[in-house]
């Protein structure tokens, strides 16, 4: 068959094609020159196309879209007639004592949140799997012909079964197996060195009354590696195994624990991802009460990457164990039968207590999604120059360090027209290509040429990152010269440091000599207000026919390029404040400042907060002055005073200390009651006041 898309990168591609993916031919290996259009002065064409066997015995070919493949099946579920091993971790001692799940991965993680929400409704992931919109399984449906009525039914006629405790044994086993498969590169369940899945599970410790496996070398995601284990494509009836034992593991009623083993990898045998499942029960099993904590970041009441709560204390009351939860945000919890527990979950800012009932010695899934509320630095606007001026910023659950982000602004216009032996722009490009060239220039000298010298997409991004405004622009002269439909000029924008690309502006070639002239576009990127931004001119293969050669009539030309109406960030500052959620902002230049926030939790940043513009002055700073004796209304502390000069966004805050010298402690009960606007108060204490020395702080 042939492969055009061997040579295609996606718009958006973040820089130039590496790798047997991308391997060029020259005009002869491909073997499809082509005589140039009309007039005689054309440049040459050439077609890419790619011949490749359908399947090879590595597994996929990484030279064009892979095929399909599916896990292989699952060995019969091995029962124990005796205990592997001697047991371990049997009789907890007296006292509560940790018990580890290990630190599984976020996909991992996720893996065990597909197979328990399988588990727990059989139904409902029959239609998650029958509906999906997910481009790989929907691929691995037509090449296997899925019966999807027929898979519905057979999922959604399972018994709903308890969910399954992660074991920090099982993971260590299905990592090892998965590792084993992505060095040599094989999909099975005999590992190199001749292990089964049952010695590698005794090997890792665990003492075994029954265990199955599930593993596959060929995962896109790991909902594409959930959907083949789950709907269990093949080759038999329907599209799918027979029998389909991989989906049989998932919801056999026997396993109490899971470990899955995910690595990512790109060698050409196996991959992108490789994962493998061990199920198993102890030998002398009990219940777990099992689950994770995590925000719900997309609102998605679901689970994802990125949101787990790690170092929550999982408290079962009168237990001899308990749990803290892994980076991830998993955990699981021994108890010793059936009965009511009371369930507590402690953290910084977090104490969430409930009650769970085991019934028939089965797990139970205890899931805590805890309200986020992303970080927003609260303080003064102007901030005074050379002045500490204070900011707070709303708790997160669970957080412990706060990590502070300045960055100067610089409010000028962007201009670059290629004129500098230095342009202010980074290239990625065809090796030994030069894009700045003389004689075709707009204005000036010099401009930029990007061709296509072999075929892969030549990337100009303008160096600065922008802060957007509303009427933020960009303009550039362009002329788009000898250029095939698949030759297409674009101008991009990514809000989110480079991980994602959106076009702005394209244009196309149209197979003929195209432009004669410059013309000048100007592109708003007020829909952008509020954000950081990086801009690229990308000059995009999207496979076929292309123009190859590299004299300036052929391929696009760039001059002068402005960025209108957005401030430059020209330099950045992080400031890690620990567990509190203060930051003492010391400005020692002038001009706009950008400030946002992010917590830290254990293992993991959460994503940053908005961003707030401040302005940086030389301000007066405020002072404090108390109009009159402080007084005691029983064991009230009152006290009025002025504020000359009070900032924007003001903070008061009352101040104890036993000796004049200090140490200070705050007085959290304190209120501040206005007098006079802003700046004749009156401060109480609530709370009984003890006798001492007061001061009073703004910001």
């Known amino acids: 068959m042939t492969a055009h898309s061997a040579l295609t990168r996606p718009p958006g591609s973040p820089g130039p094609s590496t790798g047997a993916a991308s391997r060029v031919l020259s005009d ?154 992505a060095l040599n590169e094989f999909q099975g369940h005999t590992g190199t060195d001749g292990s089964s899945p049952g010695d590698r599970i005794t090997r890792a410790g665990y003492s075994w009354s029954m265990y199955g496996e599930n593993v596959y070398a060929y995962a896109d995601s790991v909902f594409h590696g959930h959907a083949a284990f789950e709907v269990d494509w093949g080759n038999g009836p329907g599209g799918m195994q027979d029998p389909p034992g991989h989906r049989l593991n998932i919801h056999h009623a026997g396993f109490r624990e899971a470990g899955i083993g995910v690595v990512n990898t790109n060698r050409p045998g196996v991959g992108p991802q490789i994962v493998t499942q061990d199920f198993a029960t102890r030998s002398v099993a009990s219940p777990f009460i099992t689950g994770v904590v995590h925000f719900d970041l997309n609102n998605n009441a679901f689970y994802d990457p990125g949101e787990g709560i790690g170092g929550v204390e999982v408290i079962v009351t009168g237990n001899a164990w308990y749990g803290l939860t892994a980076i991830s945000g998993g955990y699981a919890v021994p108890v010793p039968g059936d009965g009511s527990y009371t369930v507590t979950f402690v953290a910084p800012g977090l104490y969430h207590a409930t009650n769970v009932t085991v019934a028939n010695r089965a797990n139970v899934k205890l899931d805590l999604r805890p309200a986020y509320t992303p970080p927003y630095p609260v303080g003064p606007d102007p901030a005074a120059l050379t002045n500490n001026n204070l ?222 513009e401040i302005q940086v002055q030389a301000v007066t700073p405020p002072t404090v002055r108390f109009t009159g004796p402080v007084t005691w209304n029983g064991s009230e502390l009152i006290a009025r005073f002025e504020v000359t000069a009070p900032p924007t966004g003001m903070v008061l805050r009352l101040w104890r200390a036993a000796q004049p010298t200090g140490p200070w402690a705050e007085d959290t009960s304190a209120r501040f009651e206005s007098i006079s606007g802003n700046t004749v108060w009156r401060v109480t204490t609530p709370a009984p006041a003890a006798q001492g020395f007061y001061r009073i702080s703004v910001n």
């Open 28 to 181: 002869r290996q491909a073997g499809a020159s082509f005589p140039g259009p009309t007039p005689s002065r054309a440049p040459g064409l050439v077609r890419l196309t790619l011949t490749a066997c359908a399947v090879c015995g590595l597994g996929r070919l990484h030279a064009q879209p892979p095929l399909p493949q599916a896990p292989p099946p699952a060995p019969p579920i091995q029962y124990a007639t005796a205990p592997s091993v001697p047991r371990a971790q049997n009789n907890p001692p007296p006292g509560a004592s940790l018990w580890s799940i290990g630190q599984p991965t976020d996909e991992e993680q996720l893996y065990l949140e597909f197979i328990n929400r399988a588990r727990l409704d059989p139904a409902g992931e029959a239609v998650r799997l029958a509906t999906t919109t997910d481009p790989r399984v929907l691929s691995a449906y037509s090449w296997f012909q899925v019966d999807l009525a027929q898979m519905q039914s057979a999922i959604a006629a399972l018994p709903p079964v308890p969910p399954l405790a992660m074991s920090a044994a099982l993971l260590q086993a299905a990592r090892e197996h998965s590792l084993d498969m």
């Open 391 to 612: 900011y707070t910023c709303n708790a997160v659950v669970a957080a412990t360090n706060y990590q502070w982000q300045t960055s100067q602004l610089l409010n000028d216009p962007f201009f670059e027209g290629g004129e500098s032996d230095q342009p202010q722009i980074t290239l990625a490009v065809s090796e030994g290509y030069n894009t700045r060239i003389s004689g075709v220039a707009a204005s000036g000298t010099y401009a930029f040429h990007l061709a296509h010298p072999t075929a892969a997409p030549q990337i100009l991004q303008l160096q600065p990152t922008f802060w957007i405004r509303s009427n933020a622009q960009v303009r550039f002269a362009t002329r788009l010269g000898w250029a095939t439909s698949n030759q297409v000029a674009r101008l991009q924008i990514s809000t989110d440091d480079g991980g994602s690309w959106t076009d702005l502006w394209t244009r196309a070639g149209t197979g003929t000599s195209g432009q004669s002239s410059y013309t000048t576009q100007t592109v708003p990127l007020g829909v952008h207000a509020g954000k950081s931004a990086l801009l690229r001119f990308v000059y995009d293969f999207t496979g076929g026919s292309y123009y190859y050669q590299t004299s300036p009539d052929v391929g696009w030309l760039l001059d002068d390029i402005r960025v209108e109406g957005a401030a430059r960030i020209v330099s950045t500052n992080l400031t890690d404040s620990g567990p509190t959620v203060q930051f003492a902002f010391h400005p020692l230049v002038p001009g706009s400042v950008l400030m946002r926030v992010r917590a830290q939790l254990p293992g993991r940043y959460l994503p940053w907060g908005p961003v707030r």
